[in-house]
Structure formats: structure tokens, C-alpha cells
């Protein structure tokens, strides 16, 4: 399988999952549908559906557009999210296919929305699964808890994708990498992955290339919102549980202004 980024607006990204052998693809959260589709066209790819994380316009914004220019395409979103222009709503635990070789599960990780979905996405054997996690989990951050509590966070951080396997390919909604390792080095001053993943990110942002993917194993080394239950971490806050951990620091990065 191949993913492809496509910048959109400011800092979003949506993204395009093609199946190699069939020319299908799917695209995640086409906010801007001219765009997505025409980035399909150079991979000579097929757009079949269209994968919403969540119901915010600058993801599912786009839905009703690619339905006009894409006729019959089907939109899949979380059934507990008001999704723009959604056909057919899924489910945890819901799994698509993609094409001869790609398979998608769908996962409820709600907090930022009620109904917010990840896509974990695995092609042929040997290949390397990727996760497409919306605004839930970001290279070293995680999305504002609009809709939920810090226990969802938690839950959809370190138990539904910290379970997926470490070489997991993290794909998420916005290039918030540099801003985020640098509020995460308030939190872990000395913590060496971060102080290098971050000046590797600076470096990416000059030369305007992604910092996106990152995997899941760097970010449980490098992300202090998956990294709540260090007795380190949670001493330094002042924190008793894994949980007041995540909700303190999600407060100190609401109030950041690095």
C-alpha cells in the first residue's frame, strides 16, 4: 500500500491510501476536495470512499464536494458524530477493504469529538500498518478535549492505540509537530528523543517537508500525553494517577503560549 499526504488549508493534511495492485484508494478527511482529487490523478489512484475522523468542518468539510465531483462515492464516519455528508456510518471495530490488499478497522477514540474515529490501516504481509488519527493523537500532542474527559483521552491514547504495534505509522490531521515537542520539553526537560526529534522537526518545517509520519513507538517515547503513566512525570506535576496526569498536562498546554 502507499499513503500520500496532501497539504490542505493552513496545516491540515488529508490523506490518500492507495492499494498498488488496483489503482483504489481511499482518502482520509478530503477538506479540500479539487486538491485531493487531483493529487489521485498523478498517482493514477481511484478515489472508492472517502475515511472522516470527525464531524469538525476542517476535516469533513469537504464531504458534500467530493460526493458532486466523485458521484456514488461512499463517506464513512464515527455513527456517534454528526458527520457532514456521511453515507454510512461505522462503528469501533468495523473493518473495510480497500482493493486486493489493504484492510481498514475503524476505532472509537472519542474526546476531542463524541464520535471521533481512527483508521488503522494494514496492507500486505510484511508491510508496515499505518494509523490515521485525526485530531486524537498528534506527532506529540493530542487534540483539545472538546467533547470529553480526560478518562476518554486516556482511553483512546494509552489503551486503544498504544495497543496497535510499535512500528505503526502515525498519520495525523495537522502539522503541529515543532510547537508540540517544544511544550513537551517543558514537561521533559531532559528527555533526549525529544530534544532530537525536535530539532530533526525544525529542520523538516525549514526545508517545508512533513514531520508526519511519526510511529507509534516514537511517540510513546517522545509524547507526554501517552506518557502519563511514568512515575517521573506524574511526581513532577504533582499527579497521583495516570489520569490526573493527562488532564494536567492537556491544562498546561491549553494555557501555553510558547
Known amino acids: 500500500m502507499k499513503i500520500s499526504h496532501v497539504p490542505c488549508l493552513e496545516d491540515n493534511y488529508s490523506y490518500l491510501i492507495i492499494d498498488e495492485s488496483t489503482g483504489d484508494s481511499a482518502v482520509v478527511d478530503p477538506v479540500d476536495p479539487e486538491k485531493v482529487i487531483q493529487s489521485a490523478e498523478q498517482h493514477s489512484a481511484n478515489i472508492k470512499?472517502?475515511?472522516?475522523?470527525?464531524?469538525?468542518?476542517?476535516?469533513?468539510?469537504?464531504?458534500?464536494?467530493?460526493?458532486?465531483?466523485?458521484?456514488?462515492?461512499?463517506?464513512?464516519?464515527?455513527?456517534?458524530?454528526?458527520?457532514?455528508?456521511?453515507t454510512d456510518a461505522v462503528d469501533n471495530g468495523d473493518t473495510l477493504s480497500l482493493g486486493h490488499d489493504v484492510n481498514i478497522l475503524a476505532l472509537h477514540t472519542p474526546c476531542h469529538?463524541?464520535?471521533?474515529?481512527?483508521?488503522?490501516?494494514?496492507?500486505?504481509?510484511?508491510?508496515?500498518?499505518?494509523?490515521?488519527?485525526g485530531?486524537?493523537?498528534?506527532?506529540?500532542?493530542?487534540?483539545?478535549?472538546?467533547?470529553?474527559?480526560?478518562?476518554?483521552?486516556?482511553?483512546?491514547?494509552?489503551?486503544?492505540?498504544?495497543?496497535?504495534?510499535?512500528?505503526?505509522?502515525?498519520?495525523?490531521?495537522?502539522?503541529?509537530?515543532?510547537?508540540?515537542?517544544?511544550?513537551?520539553?517543558?514537561?521533559?526537560?531532559?528527555?533526549?528523543?525529544?530534544?532530537?526529534?525536535?530539532s530533526w522537526a525544525r529542520q523538516q518545517r525549514q526545508a517545508n517537508l512533513p514531520t508526519i509520519p511519526s510511529t507509534l513507538e516514537e511517540e510513546l517515547e517522545t509524547n507526554p500525553f501517552m506518557r502519563v503513566n511514568n512515575p517521573e512525570i506524574q511526581e513532577k506535576l504533582g499527579c497521583k494517577s495516570p489520569i490526573d496526569t493527562l488532564r494536567?498536562?492537556?491544562?498546561k498546554k491549553d494555557q501555553w503560549r510558547g
Not at 468539510?61 to 455528508?85: A, C, F, H, R, T
Not at 483521552?153 to 495497543?163: P, W, Y
Not at 494536567?248 to 491544562?251: D, Y
Request: net charge neutral; charged share 20%.
Open 49 to 86: 470512499f472517502v475515511l472522516t475522523t470527525h464531524h469538525h468542518w476542517d476535516h469533513a468539510g469537504g464531504n458534500e464536494k467530493m460526493k458532486q465531483l466523485v458521484p456514488g462515492i461512499k463517506v464513512y464516519g464515527g455513527s456517534l458524530d454528526k458527520v457532514k455528508g456521511c
Open 248 to 251: 494536567e498536562i492537556r491544562n
Open 135 to 198: 485530531d486524537t493523537l498528534f506527532v506529540a500532542g493530542c487534540g483539545k478535549f472538546f467533547e470529553g474527559t480526560a478518562e476518554q483521552m486516556h482511553q483512546s491514547l494509552c489503551v486503544t492505540l498504544a495497543s496497535l504495534p510499535k512500528p505503526t505509522q502515525v498519520y495525523c490531521g495537522h502539522e503541529y509537530t515543532v510547537k508540540n515537542l517544544e511544550f513537551a520539553l517543558t514537561v521533559e526537560p531532559n528527555n533526549e528523543k525529544i530534544q532530537q526529534k525536535l
Open 113 to 133: 469529538t463524541k464520535g471521533h474515529i481512527s483508521y488503522y490501516v494494514t496492507g500486505k504481509d510484511g508491510e508496515t500498518p499505518a494509523v490515521f488519527t
